[in-house]
């Protein structure tokens, strides 16, 4: 109880939100470096893991070697990353082993979606002479949007939680906050600056949640049932 009313004491002191190593500026640079991985992430899953899901062939293969991916802690790789030339180029280490953390989910995610879209549904749009990019574009896709959402909001959760680990290589980011936290034996900032993360985490799922409402080609759609009307005709009295 004592570290929550510490932790809630720091948040509330307007000088722990000021200068280059306050919240504000550690939030921007959490945000900046989630934002491009993320970017980099769908930019290299979503592609292959909607073309795989749309052929149906070689997906297995693929969401097996993202899923052993998943087993490779991220600070090693992000401790390996450091000691390479790449250090040099500020946070190209940390944006590459993130986007290495959140592919698995958004490939294994979108794959399946992309597979568990009723195959009579396809073979019905084919039959009505429907090319493949439309019935990707028309049937599939929207078929498959809860799915491939998922995997976006996982994709960024994890992200967002795991670049904390950039601050223990001496990057920058809300993990900052949490290591001064440490290196002054000050409970109440350790504890701050997990609630920062996690309440970011928390809001970017939501935000997520709602755009992919929002932007659901299903949005309004309402399925119509034929009528149950009684027929008169032939009724005698």
């Known amino acids: 109880m004592e570290a929550i009313t510490g932790a809630w004491t720091w948040l509330t002191t307007g000088s722990n939100w000021e200068g280059e190593s306050g919240v504000w500026h550690r939030l921007?640079?959490?945000?900046?470096?989630?934002?491009?991985?993320?970017?980099?992430?769908c930019a290299v899953g979503l592609p292959v893991a909607l073309y795989l899901g749309h052929i149906g062939k070689g997906g297995a293969l693929a969401v097996n070697i993202s899923n052993v991916g998943r087993a490779i802690p991220t600070f090693a790789v992000l401790a390996l990353l450091v000691t390479t030339p790449l250090r040099s180029r500020g946070d190209v280490p940390t944006i590459i082993a993130?986007?290495?953390?959140?592919?698995?989910?958004?490939?294994?995610?979108?794959?399946?979606?992309?597979?568990?879209v009723d195959r009579s549904v396809v073979e019905a749009a084919r039959g009505m002479g429907m090319s493949g990019g439309q019935v990707f574009r028309q049937v599939e896709l929207p078929l498959a949007h809860p799915m491939i959402m998922t995997g976006l909001r996982s994709a960024a959760v994890q992200i967002i939680a795991t670049a904390t680990l950039a601050a223990m290589v001496g990057e920058g980011g809300l993990g900052r906050i949490i290591t001064a936290g440490f290196n002054t034996y000050d409970t109440a900032q350790v504890v701050a600056g997990a609630a920062l993360v996690a309440a970011l985490a928390l809001l970017v799922e939501a935000v997520l949640a709602v755009a992919g409402r929002v932007l659901d080609p299903g949005r309004g759609r309402r399925v119509r049932r034929p009528s149950s009307t009684t027929s008169l005709e032939g009724e005698r009295p």
């Open 28 to 41: 921007a640079e959490h945000l900046w470096f989630s934002g491009v991985s993320l970017g980099l992430a």
């Open 98 to 116: 993130l986007v290495l953390f959140a592919v698995p989910p958004l490939l294994t995610n979108v794959y399946v979606g992309m597979r568990e």
